[in-house]
């Protein structure tokens, strides 16, 4: 007679010594696929980056100290061409530090600090080291993504999400030597414990998040209402009786507390400034560097549609266009994960989308959320939904897939880009 072990979507492996090969089992189909993916893509930016390298020549950008990079023939360029703009400042802060002196302060320091760990083991190499970090955390974040999805959600959609998620428009800089895919990792990772209901550890990797970049603060935010909304559903499934009602209360207490537990992260980063330069809020001034200024998320996008509207017809100034084009998709998908997710997911999608609106570049109000909303990992649930029509799946692909072309390429031979 044989048994059969029937699972539900979001319930817990059987007891039993066996556990950890049953757990094993659940991940693999998710490992696999992500790694198909991750390959796939991964191949074909390097391609692109040969390309723009054997067409442009384009000289690589200076290091933040002024000194500029060698400029040498040779397939390598490949690899070494991602290290300009944002990957310079990070690899300056895992090679020398941070200084009062320049603009190092607006960088936080989760990605560095791993770079400067891992190069430890790469013999100094910090070049190699930003890949290999870069790399395993977007493959450890792909992973993480099949599973919470799989979760919220079913299988089908779970292959989806990834593979939107890695052809996403800005995804480059997911593959690139920048921080998001550090931060992703550390917000899938704190959402996916959170829903399993290990909320200390979810804390403890939220703290990654509020380390790599200052809109990791969200992660609070979001944490603390999954708290209450699971609160919420295990009142509706206790009985109503003094003892229920006040185990309740201390499990709120206890929840909250943990979803607090990340902005240790962002606290830790000011103390450091307070206590070697006397200048805690140096962070946040230094965004004046940039041009930025505390605006009103409306009035960002009223500037950004304005300029988008003129440079449109100016031959090589619509970048404008382009970026308007892409957070307008965002904010269309954004409003689908409000009506149709999880509290959780809304609250974390809305907040970092008008956190960064708040923040515009005065000559380019939307200079980098592009690249921003790619860490939103909600919004290609809303794609994922989608794609289960006929043939919209394949029209998905082809657009994302063409515009992480065209990003890829900017970002590989201009000097400005996200």
Not at 328 to 352: E, I, K, N
Not at 376 to 389: K, T
Request: aromatic share 12%; with cysteine.
């Amino acid at each position: 007679m044989s048994t059969t072990v029937v699972t539900q979507r979001g319930t817990d492996p059987p007891a039993g010594r066996e556990d950890w090969l049953y757990g094993l089992r659940q991940w693999l189909p998710a490992m696999r696929y992500c790694a198909i993916v991750y390959l796939a893509v991964r191949i074909g930016l390097f391609l692109i980056a040969a390309t723009a390298w054997g067409l442009t020549s384009e000289r690589p950008s200076s290091m933040p100290n002024g000194q500029p990079l060698p400029l040498t023939n040779g397939w390598q360029n490949a690899f070494t061409d991602w290290d300009k703009l944002d990957a310079n400042w990070f690899l300056y802060i895992a090679r020398a530090g941070y200084s009062d002196h320049n603009a190092t302060a607006a960088f936080f320091p989760g990605y560095p600090m791993l770079v400067r760990l891992v190069g430890y083991l790469c013999l100094g190499h910090l070049l190699l080291a930003a890949y290999l970090v870069t790399n395993l955390c977007l493959l450890v974040a792909l992973i993480l993504l099949y599973r919470l999805t799989e979760r919220e959600f079913d299988q089908a959609t779970a292959g989806r999400a990834v593979l939107y998620l890695a052809i996403f428009p800005t995804a480059v800089f997911l593959f690139g030597l920048y921080s998001e895919s550090v931060f992703l990792v550390a917000a899938l990772g704190a959402f996916y414990l959170a829903r399993r209901g290990h909320w200390w550890w979810a804390g403890v990797v939220g703290i990654g998040a509020t380390l790599t970049r200052s809109v990791g603060v969200v992660i609070a935010l979001a944490l603390a209402v999954e708290a209450v909304h699971q609160t919420v559903e295990d009142h509706r499934r206790e009985p109503q009786n003094v003892p229920s009602r006040l185990r309740l209360t201390a499990t709120l207490a206890a929840r909250l507390a943990a979803s607090a537990v990340p902005l240790a992260g962002t606290a830790g980063y000011l103390l450091f400034w307070q206590l070697r330069y006397h200048d805690w809020s140096r962070p946040i001034a230094i965004q004046k560097h940039w041009q930025r200024v505390l605006t009103p998320p409306w009035q960002t996008l009223w500037h950004a549609l304005t300029l988008a509207v003129s440079h449109g017809p100016l031959g090589g100034n619509a970048r404008t266009t382009f970026d308007f084009a892409l957070v307008a998709v965002g904010l269309a998908l954004a409003v689908w994960v409000a009506v149709r997710a999880r509290p959780v997911y809304a609250v974390y999608t809305w907040s970092s989308i008008l956190l960064v609106l708040s923040d515009p570049a005065k000559h380019r109000p939307l200079l980098s959320d592009p690249r921003f909303l790619v860490t939103i990992f909600p919004l290609v649930w809303a794609l994922a939904r989608v794609g289960r029509r006929p043939g919209w799946h394949e029209g998905v692909v082809a657009v994302s897939a063409a515009s992480l072309a065209i990003v890829s390429w900017l970002f590989l031979t201009t000097r400005l880009i996200y």
